[in-house]
C-alpha cells in the first residue's frame, strides 16, 4: 500500500481442469465474444511511442450483467519480438487507489529484454481511476490531509475526532460518490480484470502484482485458476479472509520495526551529511521525544496539508519514507529542521481533483470489501493497546477510518485465498518492508500452498523486483517470466 500522494506527486474453476490441457472457454465464461478494441494514442509525456491506450466496456454491478456499464481505460506496449511473444502480462497497481495506466511504459522500460520481447505489457486504471469511469466524493480541501485520510489518534489517544471525520467523508461519499462508489471492490476489480483479458482475445493471462496489486492477483487467481499463465506477485499483503484491509493497515505496526534499525544505522553514520546521532542507539528516542514536543507544540507549515508539523504528520512522513531507502535523507533532514524549530518548504502536492479521485477509490474499496466495527469503544481499545505496544506508530494503524461510518454494506464476503489451482505463482518479497511486512506475505504463502514459490530478499523497501530487492530476487523472477521456471523451494536471496 504505496503513499498514493507520493507517488502522483512524482507522477487478484476447477483444479482438474487447469492442471492438464486448457481447454478454449464457452464464450458465455469469457463474458461474450469480444469485440475488436480500438488502439489509439495515449495522453500524456514521457510515454514509450509505442504504447497506446483504449476502453473495454463492464457491468458496473457484475450481479446485473444487463445494467448500467462503466468503461475502463487500459493500456499496451507490443511484445518486442512477434515470434517469440508468449501472451499479455497485465500490471496490477498498487493502492488501492493506484493506477497503472502509465506502467507499460514506465516499468516496462526496467524489464529486461528478453520479458519485453515475450509479452505484450498491458496497463490499467481500475474502475473509478480516472479516465476509467471516475468516482470523487467531493471531499474538502482538509480532508485530503493523509493524517486525515490515514487517520492518527488525538495526542492523548483519543480517537472521538476520527469517528466525526469518518462520519463526514463517509456522508460526503454518499451525497457525491454516485452509484459506481458501491461497487468499487477487490472482487470487482478481479472481475474486470478478466473482462479485459476477454477483451484481448487472451485465453491465459500473465499477471505482475504490486502491493495492494498482489491481493487482487491473488483473488484473481482464486476467482479464475484456469485463466492464468505466469503470476508474479510482489510485495505481498495479508490475504486475511476476515479482516481484509483491516490487517493490511495493522501491518504497518510490524512493518515499520521490522524497517526502523535500518533507519538509524543509516542516519548515525559519521560522514552522513544528514546525520542525526553519533550512535543507532540515540535515534529511536531522539524520534520518539520530538515527536512528543510536535504534538504539544506544532510548528507552522505554511503550504502543507494539515498546515503544521505536529507529531503525528512527523509519524506519518516517516512512514512515507520508509517505503524507499532512498527517501531517507529527506526524512532527516525534516527531522533536523523541526529539531531547529524550522520546516523544509511544504513538500509538492497533485492537483486537489487527482487527489479526490484517488482517495475516494481507495476508501471505497477498503469499506468495500469488508464491513468495519461501528463503535467507538471497539477502536479506543485498539489503538490504546497498539499505542503501547507500537509507539512508532502511535495506535493508527488499528484506528477508525471512513469505513467506521459507510452507508453501504458489503455485498460480498472478501475472497478466501486457497491452493487450489496451478503451480504457476512466483512470490517475490524484501524481508524489510514498511507497508507490505514479511509476516503478512508469509500468510498469503500458506494460504497459496503448492500453488506459490517465494523469493525473499535480504533487503529493506517497499516494491521488490527491478526496484528494492536483490540481482538474485531480480534474475529469478526474470527467469519465471521468460521460461516458467520457479525455484523449487521457498529461497532467500542475498
Known amino acids: 500500500m504505496k503513499p498514493i500522494t507520493k507517488r502522483l506527486a512524482l507522477t487478484a474453476a476447477a483444479c482438474g481442469a487447469v492442471l492438464g490441457t486448457l481447454a478454449p472457454l464457452p464464450a458465455s465464461a469469457a463474458g461474450g465474444p469480444p469485440e475488436p478494441l480500438k488502439w489509439t494514442k495515449c495522453e500524456g509525456s514521457g510515454l514509450d511511442p509505442r504504447q497506446s491506450c483504449t476502453t473495454v466496456s463492464v457491468p458496473m454491478d457484475y450481479a446485473d450483467p444487463n445494467g448500467p456499464r462503466i468503461e475502463l481505460a487500459i493500456s499496451r506496449v507490443p511484445a518486442q519480438d512477434p515470434a517469440r511473444r508468449r501472451g499479455a502480462l497485465l500490471m496490477i497497481p498498487g493502492g488501492p487507489g493506484g493506477s497503472g495506466l502509465d506502467d507499460p511504459s514506465q516499468k516496462g522500460r526496467r524489464l529486461p529484454e528478453t520479458v519485453r520481447d515475450r509479452y505484450d505489457l498491458i496497463g490499467i486504471a481500475p474502475r473509478g481511476n480516472a479516465p476509467s469511469t471516475a468516482v470523487d466524493c467531493g471531499w474538502d480541501h482538509a480532508d485530503l490531509g493523509a493524517t486525515t485520510l490515514r487517520p492518527w489518534p488525538a495526542v492523548d489517544g483519543s480517537v472521538a475526532g476520527n469517528l466525526a471525520a469518518a462520519r463526514r467523508m463517509s456522508a460526503a461519499c454518499a451525497r457525491n460518490g454516485g452509484e459506481l462508489v458501491r461497487h468499487i471492490s477487490t472482487r470487482n476489480n478481479a472481475r474486470d480484470i478478466d473482462r479485459v483479458r476477454a477483451a484481448l482475445g487472451e485465453r491465459r493471462l500473465s499477471l505482475w502484482g504490486e502491493s495492494y496489486g498482489t491481493y487482487v492477483g491473488a483473488a484473481y487467481s482464486t476467482m479464475f485458476p484456469a485463466r492464468t499463465d505466469r503470476v508474479v506477485l510482489d510485495s505481498n499483503l495479508n490475504p486475511d479472509p476476515v479482516l481484509a484491509e483491516r490487517a493490511f493497515l495493522a501491518g504497518f505496526e510490524t512493518g515499520v520495526e521490522d524497517v526502523f534499525p ?16 553519533p550512535t543507532a542507539a540515540e535515534v529511536r528516542p531522539l524520534i520518539l521525544r520530538l515527536a512528543g514536543r510536535l504534538d504539544r507544540a506544532p510548528i507552522p507549515w505554511p503550504g502543507a496539508n494539515p498546515p503544521v508539523l505536529d507529531g503525528n504528520v512527523l509519524r506519518q512522513t516517516m512512514m512515507g519514507d520508509f517505503y524507499d531507502p532512498d527517501d531517507w ?6 527531522i533536523l529542521a523541526a529539531r531547529r524549530g524550522t520546516v523544509p518548504p511544504a513538500p509538492a502536492s497533485p492537483p486537489e481533483e487527482v487527489l479526490r479521485n484517488v482517495y475516494s477509490v481507495a476508501g471505497a474499496t477498503i469499506c468495500n470489501d469488508v464491513a ?3 463503535k467507538a469503544s471497539a477502536y479506543q481499545k485498539a489503538v490504546d493497546a497498539s499505542r503501547a505496544a507500537y509507539p512508532l506508530t502511535a495506535g493508527m494503524p488499528r484506528n477508525a477510518m471512513l469505513c467506521a461510518a459507510w452507508p453501504y454494506r458489503p455485498r460480498e464476503a472478501p475472497v478466501r485465498v486457497t491452493d487450489r489451482g496451478p503451480a504457476d505463482i512466483l512470490m517475490i518479497q524484501n524481508e524489510r518492508d514498511m507497508a507490505t511486512p514479511l509476516s503478512g506475505a508469509r500468510e498469503l504463502r500458506a494460504a497459496l500452498g503448492h500453488r506459490a514459490v517465494m523469493v525473499v530478499n535480504d533487503s529493506t523497501g517497499h516494491d521488490a523486483y527491478l526496484a528494492n530487492g536483490t540481482a538474485c530476487g531480480d534474475a529469478a523472477v526474470s527467469r519465471f517470466l521468460v521460461t516458467g521456471d520457479r525455484p523449487r523451494a521457498d529461497v532467500t536471496c542475498q
Not at 535500518?262 to 546521532?277: C, H, K, M, V
Not at 535523507?329 to 525534516?334: N, R, V
Open 372 to 374: 468495519w466495527p461501528r
Open 329 to 334: 535523507p529527506d526524512l532527516a533532514k525534516l
Open 262 to 277: 535500518e533507519f538509524p544505522a543509516w542516519a548515525s553514520q559519521p560522514g552522513n551529511p544528514d546525520r542525526l546521532a
